[in-house]
């Protein structure tokens, strides 16, 4: 079983664990700016849509472009913002940083 302490280091943010984080934050936002949507995503659109869902693990960005496929289009773009998937993924970066840097860590002290 792990202490307290033990856990309060583990979350504790430093320069490394940010740095990590900031990366997975960029690593977002870049393929949000690329169009390369969530392949996780499991939302089947209507006749006539087309959806893109953003965010990783968990989407927290979903476009829906409407009139795609008719003759004369008429465009329309919903964009809706899911603030829970948002602080999810922002968690699970958090998480997956302070973990890459525990396992840097045991294996940098552990060759000395």
């Not at 996780?40 to 959806?51: A, M, N, R, W």
């Not at 913002?81 to 602080?87: P, V």
Request: glycine share 4%; with cysteine.
């Amino acid at each position: 079983m792990m202490s307290k302490e033990t856990i309060k280091r583990f979350f504790k943010p430093d320069k490394w664990k940010v740095l990590v984080f900031m990366f997975f934050l960029l690593m977002n936002i870049v393929l949000i700016y690329l169009h390369i949507s969530n392949p996780l995503s499991f939302t089947l659109p209507e006749p006539g849509q087309y959806i893109e869902e953003y965010g990783l693990p968990f989407v927290f960005l979903t476009v829906i472009t409407e009139g795609v496929t008719s003759i004369l289009p008429e465009i329309s773009e919903t964009i809706s913002m899911n603030y829970y998937g948002l602080f999810i993924d922002v968690l699970v970066w958090w998480l997956l940083s302070c973990l890459i840097i525990f396992i840097y860590n045991k294996f940098k002290y552990k060759k000395k």
